[in-house]
């Protein structure tokens, strides 16, 4: 197929490079010190063909990408999330602040959008 041929398709269905949005710059950070910031995440369904599909949830340190827990479980509900902060603060005391992302599980709706464990 011809150059020309291609990018006019790609114009047609409005996805040249023209009419993509911007993307937004990535700001890089770094704490400065170990349990300055922590970030807790969810890791997607992930399948294991002899058990089934598991979601990873664990804590980070953001300093020096340390884990101080993680586990597996078949589920994201809101009390493994916090079992896994607690195992994580237990171990290796509390973090002066925690990041996540706007996940449903980690938000409640009647508190307007703010974490559950605010």
Same mark, same amino acid.
């Given at each position: 197929? =011809?150059?020309?041929? /291609? $990018? @006019?398709?790609? /114009? $047609? =269905? =409005?996805? !040249? +490079?023209?009419?993509?949005?911007? /993307?937004? $710059?990535?700001? $890089?950070?770094? &704490?400065?010190?170990? !349990?300055?910031?922590?970030?807790?995440?969810?890791? #997607?369904?992930?399948?294991? *063909?002899?058990? #089934?599909?598991?979601?990873?949830?664990?804590?980070?340190?953001? =300093?020096? @990408?340390?884990? *101080?827990?993680?586990?597996?479980?078949? +589920?994201?509900?809101? /009390? !493994?999330?916090?079992?896994?902060?607690?195992?994580?603060?237990?171990?290796?005391?509390? *973090?002066? #602040?925690?990041?996540?992302? +706007?996940?449903?599980?980690? +938000?409640?709706?009647?508190?307007?959008?703010? &974490? !559950?464990?605010?």
């Amino acid at each position: 197929m =011809h150059q020309e041929t /291609v $990018r @006019r398709v790609l /114009v $047609r =269905h =409005h996805i !040249n +490079r023209v009419t993509l949005p911007p /993307v937004k $710059r990535v700001k $890089r950070f770094e &704490a400065k010190e170990p !349990n300055e910031l922590w970030q807790i995440d969810i890791m #997607g369904r992930t399948n294991f *063909p002899l058990i #089934g599909d598991l979601y990873l949830i664990c804590s980070i340190d953001d =300093h020096n @990408r340390f884990i *101080p827990y993680g586990q597996w479980f078949y +589920r994201k509900y809101g /009390v !493994n999330l916090y079992q896994v902060m607690y195992k994580s603060f237990v171990k290796y005391g509390l *973090p002066k #602040g925690i990041l996540s992302d +706007r996940e449903s599980v980690f +938000r409640s709706s009647k508190k307007g959008g703010e &974490a !559950n464990y605010q």
